[in-house]
């Protein structure tokens, strides 16, 4: 006879000392302002996908294609997720299996260069990322890497360097998008450029895709023919990669993730990728992305008349970028300050920065999370005004114990998705 009164032990119950820091996380996500660009709230539908049974299933290959049996539901699931990004991006075709942004990107590496080809990207100090190609990743080990750069007078991207670049390298791909780079980016441009030296145009919209499909930012997708992007971010899913491509670059790409790079997909964050599709097809979503934008406009323009030196002046997307130069701080301290205060950025490296990376000039911070919780131009202003006075008191304790205490006031205003916080 089954017992029916049996009842499987919780997390708690089984391992107190994680659900302990679960409970933490929680409360720090709820009582925090996060400011760090590439970090967002899920929400409570997104996690519960991301935390389904589909963890369970193994499912090498693709929808209809797999050498597992019983994928009945799964291959639903992943023709669902990648049907709803498609339609979402208006791309002739998505991926949605690799396991974060940097797979993805490596799998257009093996689509389209072999090893020690020339590719190009945003150098890694100028605002790129590390998988664009530079030296300490794979992508610049395996590749011979020429990284482009911004100007020195306005920090905005050089697409007249570019174009030389091109033209003497030649590039089998070429790299556009970043990871603090706080204006539009031409897609066009690059379009351009790489129609002149016949190179694959590969465009890494992981931090803007949210802002892409919210109409407030430029599509690569005309102009590109291969799309990266992470899943979270500005997209608010779950930590995961997609890839969209041209009709004729479909098969190579499929192979390059699969059997190229990796096994089996993680078919739970399939399912949640599915549902952030599905929540970014939403109206509501197109005003949550202006929204981003909006917050980080004001939070630039309070943080400017405050005295703060931002790189190129102000944002056009959701990402703020800092040189603390003249405030006499490194980035590294005022991110800490800021973090014991209930502020939550990261240090970076700013364009032509003379300090090393791990100790740069520059702060990063960002406006997907708080404006998902809700907040608007009144706590920008706030915000802007709690960073100011960390900057003047950062060796202060007591001031800033009284500033972690008022953020935490103010956050419960505004509650965090997907979090269930007393």
Same mark, same amino acid.
């Given at each position: 006879?089954?017992?029916?009164?049996?009842?499987?032990?919780?997390?708690? /119950? @089984?391992?107190? /000392?994680?659900?302990?820091?679960?409970?933490?996380?929680?409360?720090?996500?709820?009582?925090?302002?996060?400011?760090?660009?590439?970090?967002?709230?899920?929400?409570?539908?997104?996690? %519960?996908?991301?935390?389904?049974?589909?963890?369970?299933?193994?499912?090498?290959?693709?929808?209809?294609?797999?050498?597992?049996?019983?994928?009945?539901?799964?291959?639903?699931? /992943?023709?669902? &997720?990648?049907? =709803?990004?498609?339609?979402?991006?208006?791309?002739?075709?998505?991926?949605?299996?690799?396991?974060?942004?940097?797979?993805?990107?490596?799998?257009?590496?093996?689509?389209?260069?072999?090893?020690?080809?020339?590719?190009?990207?945003?150098?890694?100090?100028?605002?790129?990322?590390?998988?664009?190609?530079?030296?300490?990743?794979?992508?610049?080990?395996?590749?011979?890497?020429?990284?482009?750069?911004?100007?020195?007078?306005?920090?905005?991207?050089?697409?007249? %360097?570019?174009?030389?670049?091109?033209?003497?390298?030649?590039?089998?791909?070429?790299?556009?998008?970043?990871?603090?780079?706080?204006?539009?980016?031409?897609?066009? !441009?690059?379009?351009?450029? !790489?129609?002149? @030296?016949?190179?694959?145009?590969? &465009?890494? $919209?992981?931090?803007? +895709?949210?802002?892409?499909?919210?109409?407030?930012?430029?599509?690569?997708?005309?102009?590109?023919?291969?799309?990266?992007?992470?899943?979270?971010?500005?997209?608010?899913?779950?930590?995961?990669?997609?890839?969209?491509?041209?009709?004729?670059?479909?098969?190579?790409?499929?192979?390059?993730?699969?059997?190229?790079?990796?096994?089996?997909?993680?078919?739970?964050?399939?399912?949640?990728?599915?549902?952030?599709?599905?929540?970014?097809?939403?109206?509501?979503?197109?005003?949550?992305?202006?929204?981003?934008?909006?917050?980080?406009?004001?939070?630039?323009?309070?943080?400017? %008349?405050?005295?703060?030196?931002?790189?190129?002046?102000?944002?056009?997307?959701?990402? $703020?970028? $800092?040189?603390?130069?003249?405030?006499?701080?490194?980035?590294?301290?005022?991110?800490?300050?800021?973090?014991?205060?209930?502020?939550?950025?990261?240090?970076?490296?700013?364009?032509?920065?003379?300090?090393?990376?791990?100790?740069?000039?520059?702060?990063?911070?960002?406006?997907?999370?708080?404006? +998902?919780?809700?907040?608007?131009?009144?706590?920008?202003?706030?915000?802007?005004?709690?960073?100011?006075?960390?900057?003047?008191?950062?060796?202060?304790?007591?001031? $800033?114990?009284?500033?972690?205490? %008022?953020?935490?006031?103010?956050? =419960? &205003?505004?509650?965090?998705?997907?979090?269930? @916080?007393?």
């Amino acid at each position: 006879m089954t017992n029916t009164t049996w009842k499987e032990p919780t997390l708690a /119950e @089984v391992d107190p /000392e994680i659900a302990a820091l679960v409970a933490k996380e929680e409360r720090y996500e709820q009582d925090t302002v996060r400011l760090i660009p590439s970090e967002n709230y899920a929400s409570r539908a997104v996690l %519960e996908a991301s935390g389904s049974v589909f963890t369970n299933k193994y499912s090498e290959g693709y929808a209809r294609k797999r050498y597992y049996e019983g994928q009945a539901q799964v291959d639903l699931v /992943e023709e669902l &997720a990648a049907k =709803r990004v498609a339609e979402l991006f208006g791309a002739d075709h998505a991926n949605v299996q690799p396991y974060s942004g940097s797979p993805a990107n490596l799998a257009v590496y093996l689509a389209f260069a072999k090893p020690n080809e020339t590719v190009m990207g945003l150098a890694l100090p100028s605002g790129g990322h590390l998988t664009h190609g530079w030296n300490v990743s794979i992508t610049g080990m395996f590749f011979k890497s020429v990284g482009y750069n911004v100007r020195r007078d306005n920090h905005l991207i050089d697409y007249d %360097e570019v174009r030389q670049l091109a033209r003497e390298h030649r590039p089998r791909i070429l790299w556009c998008g970043a990871t603090a780079y706080p204006r539009i980016i031409d897609f066009a !441009a690059f379009r351009s450029i !790489a129609d002149e @030296v016949g190179a694959i145009l590969a &465009a890494d $919209i992981a931090h803007i +895709s949210g802002l892409v499909v919210g109409g407030v930012h430029p599509s690569p997708v005309p102009y590109a023919d291969v799309v990266t992007s992470t899943t979270h971010k500005t997209f608010r899913g779950p930590r995961g990669g997609m890839i969209m491509c041209k009709k004729e670059h479909a098969k190579i790409i499929d192979k390059s993730v699969f059997p190229g790079l990796q096994g089996g997909p993680h078919n739970h964050t399939t399912a949640a990728i599915a549902v952030a599709a599905h929540e970014a097809a939403q109206p509501s979503f197109k005003a949550y992305a202006q929204k981003i934008v909006d917050n980080a406009k004001v939070l630039a323009a309070e943080l400017t %008349e405050r005295g703060f030196n931002l790189v190129t002046g102000g944002t056009d997307n959701h990402l $703020i970028l $800092i040189d603390l130069t003249s405030k006499n701080i490194p980035g590294k301290v005022f991110a800490k300050a800021l973090d014991r205060a209930g502020i939550v950025a990261n240090y970076n490296t700013v364009p032509f920065d003379p300090r090393k990376p791990f100790d740069p000039s520059g702060l990063r911070l960002g406006t997907p999370a708080v404006t +998902s919780r809700g907040m608007g131009a009144p706590e920008m202003k706030r915000i802007a005004a709690w960073m100011d006075e960390v900057v003047r008191k950062v060796d202060d304790e007591a001031t $800033i114990t009284r500033i972690a205490r %008022e953020v935490a006031e103010a956050c =419960r &205003a505004f509650p965090a998705p997907g979090i269930a @916080v007393q």
